[in-house]
């Protein structure tokens, strides 16, 4: 782990602890998510202060290595919220050595359709809303009490949800139909780009965590102007380097960064909502 990365795991860790025990000195249900996405849909069906997530803001949970007191923060949490599709594979030896026989878990892609194994979906705010669905009916079951509150609070985040469909399918609208090809980091795009009418012709890491060999790259580059590819798309959290090269071999693309796995720290990408919305301008700019 880089020393950034070390650095925002301790941070984390000690706003993730802090946040559980207000919780618990609160009386509220300890609510925990898996990677700060989810944790903030979360935060939209609670409709309260901000939920705590396992893997840092910045952190990829494809390949997150679980520290030791994970164990302690899902041994004291009530629900756990996680996306399944294998995304967080590490997860299922953390929870059985955390040994909470009463923790909730709701597993936010079951029963939805899960294509190629890809596990992104929360990319596309239609399939979000299903999350949120999820999470609400969770809460409720482990919290019935406060039904009522979860199902008001869920329903205006809904309304959200439901207009960002329809902000984002608007500004996506403006690229002209010829420039709407984008190459990404890794495969996290499919289930926006279907949503919203963009075609991912490749991704420079195939295999999460796996540097990609030279062959990979050279078909990358054969495939960006083959398909006239206006713009390379990184991740913040990793280097730009893969990217700047395809970019340039390709005729000089412009590349530009976007968030999928992991929010951000400045205030924009706090939050799903924001995240999407930040992208979608992020594409709309690169792309026209």
Request: glycine share 4%.
């Amino acid at each position: 782990m880089s020393l950034f990365r070390a650095a925002a795991a301790l941070l984390a860790l000690a706003s993730l602890s802090a946040c559980m025990s207000s919780q618990r000195s609160a009386g509220r249900l300890r609510v925990l998510a898996t990677t700060s996405t989810l944790a903030s849909l979360t935060q939209g069906a609670m409709g309260s202060a901000r939920i705590p997530s396992l893997v840092p803001i910045g952190i990829s949970p494809e390949d997150y290595q679980p520290i030791p007191s994970d164990i302690a923060v899902l041994h004291e949490a009530d629900l756990l919220v996680e996306n399944g599709a294998q995304l967080e594979s590490w997860l299922d030896q953390t929870i059985r050595n955390a040994a909470n026989p009463r923790l909730r878990i709701v597993v936010c892609t079951d029963g939805l359709p899960v294509i190629n194994g890809n596990p992104h979906l929360w990319m596309d705010p239609e399939y979000a809303r299903r999350y949120v669905s999820k999470i609400r009916d969770a809460l409720i079951a482990a919290d019935p009490e406060s039904a009522a509150a979860y199902r008001t609070a869920s329903a205006a985040y809904d309304r959200q949800l439901i207009a960002l469909t329809a902000r984002t399918r608007a500004k996506i609208a403006t690229i002209p139909p010829a420039h709407r090809t984008m190459i990404v980091f890794h495969n996290a795009w499919h289930y926006y780009a279907r949503r919203f009418g963009l075609k991912v012709v490749g991704a420079i890491e195939p295999i999460p965590g796996a540097e990609p060999n030279p062959s990979h790259i050279a078909d990358l580059i054969r495939l960006a102007r083959s398909e006239h590819v206006q713009a390379v798309f990184a991740e913040h959290e990793y280097s730009d380097k893969l990217a700047l090269t395809v970019a340039s071999s390709a005729g000089g693309l412009r590349v530009a960064f976007l968030y999928d796995d992991s929010l951000g720290i400045v205030p924009a990408v706090q939050t799903y909502i924001g995240m999407i919305d930040t992208d979608t301008d992020t594409i709309v700019s690169a792309l026209k």
